[in-house]
């Protein structure tokens, strides 16, 4: 899963605890990053929102190591075994703790201006951060809502490693989080934009908040983003792991065929289907092959073999409720891109359009005159040995199709603005060719 930001991250994140609207929550978001996806989980909840405000207390000579934390109304948390390992005194932590109070307070002033923090007393409190990493501040922020008084604890984040539960413990009474991907290295990587929030948005978001009852409040420009679901696709005897996502008014769903043994957590492949999710377009990102199946190298360059998954996937697809009366389309990369274009060209495939990404539609060889979709081929300029495949691929096409050169691109695309380029090209493809299937007729 890709967040084009943190409030897109907030709307998703709010998508899933609908469930507690209604009940009697506060919304505390971490500062700062954590605070504009508590805004839009409070906003959607009809929750209140306030910051948990929580101050690492880091050994003396070793800031980085903490030893305590500290937050609002005196909450004091000790992490006694790092005390004595570090053989800090007592004035030492006096010292530090006083530090760090005085720059807990200062926030608290600067962010609330004078108003009171949201009492919890008997109250569940949702914890929200823009992510986790080591878990550290999440446990503090936990514990000190339950020393505020907080009758329940949850915490809930985009994104974080798969062992965040674990490392939780007890301090949260539930975890939500929508993305534990198996390449964790920081919360930043699942964001297209993760710059830094800094206090004026913080005091930004706290305000409109508090400026009136939250179903009145106006939210920030920007689309109704869909529900999306874990799905368990099925090819033939397999079940493959996918995420589904169509926007409600949604004019067609692209499935996207990964190539060289990425995944449905590929980031660039998400990044894009981010991108045709504002744009009203569905997706289906998903594995086509097993976790056993990676493992051999062959699997990856079997045209046929994921061209059948790919086939098998647009059958089970057809098949769910929220793509009925919709057109398919196939985004394609690497070898995941001859897949597509192998699979589009079975008789009665009904595709309506096709893009490739840096993809190898030469791998699709003979199927290639037999494909009828309108298919668009993007190479980068600098990746010189694949844009001359494609154009030798686009000479073999039937069908309508164009060749897309984005100019100082390689092959993955890493060149900056150069996936934004993709992504709007594949965004007005799909749009120009994909109009609403014909519904069913129902026999009487």
């Known amino acids: 899963m890709f967040f084009v930001d943190r409030r897109d991250a907030g709307r998703r994140l709010a ?253 660039r492949n998400q990044y894009v289907a981010a991108g045709l999710n504002r744009a009203g377009l569905g997706t289906l990102l998903f594995d086509l092959l097993t976790e056993e199946e990676e493992t051999d190298r062959a699997n990856v360059f079997d045209t046929g073999l994921l061209a059948r998954r790919l086939a098998d996937a647009t059958a089970w697809l057809r098949e769910q409720p929220e793509a009925q009366g919709l057109a398919f389309g196939y985004f394609g990369a690497s070898t995941g891109a001859a897949a597509a274009l192998w699979a589009a060209a079975e008789p009665d495939a009904r595709i309506a359009a096709v893009v490739s990404r840096g993809g190898r539609p030469d791998l699709a060889g003979p199927r290639l005159p037999s494909v009828t979709a309108p298919t668009l081929l993007i190479v980068g300029g600098d990746d010189r040995l694949v844009l001359d495949l494609n154009r030798q691929a686009q000479a073999r096409l039937r069908c309508e199709s164009e060749l897309a050169v984005v100019p100082g691109a390689t092959h993955l695309f890493e060149e900056p603005g150069t996936l934004d380029e993709v992504t709007d090209l594949a965004r007005r493809w799909f749009a120009d060719h994909m109009a609403p299937a014909a519904r069913p007729t129902p026999r009487f």
């Open 15 to 267: 998508s899933r605890l609908k469930q507690l609207r209604g009940s009697d929550i506060v919304v505390l978001g971490l500062p700062r990053g954590g605070v504009p996806v508590a805004e839009e989980v409070a906003r959607v909840l009809g929750a209140p929102l306030d910051v948990c405000l929580v101050r690492k207390l880091g050994v003396p000579f070793q800031p980085e190591v903490a030893m305590g934390a500290i937050g609002e109304g005196g909450v004091r948390l000790f992490n006694d075994e790092v005390v004595r390992a570090a053989g800090v005194t007592p004035d030492e932590l006096a010292a530090v703790e006083a530090r760090e109070r005085k720059v807990l307070e200062s926030r608290a002033l600067r962010y609330r201006g004078g108003r009171e923090p949201v009492r919890l007393d008997g109250r569940t409190a949702l914890v929200v951060d823009d992510g986790v990493a080591t878990g550290a501040t999440a446990r503090a922020a936990c514990r000190i809502a339950r020393a505020r008084g907080a009758a329940r604890v949850v915490l809930a984040v985009p994104v974080a490693p798969r062992d965040c539960a674990a490392r939780l413990g007890s301090d949260a009474d539930e975890l939500v989080c929508l993305h534990t991907p198996y390449d964790f290295y920081a919360v930043g990587q699942s964001y297209a934009d993760f710059s830094q929030v800094d206090d004026d948005e913080v005091v930004a978001c706290l305000e409109a908040a508090s400026s009136g009852p939250v179903s009145t409040r106006r939210t920030p420009p920007g689309p109704a983003w869909p529900e999306d679901r874990e799905a368990d696709v099925r090819a033939g005897p397999l079940m493959l792991r996918g995420r589904l996502t169509v926007p409600e008014s949604a004019i067609g769903v692209v499935l996207f065929a990964h190539g060289s043994g990425s995944s449905r957590h590929s980031p």
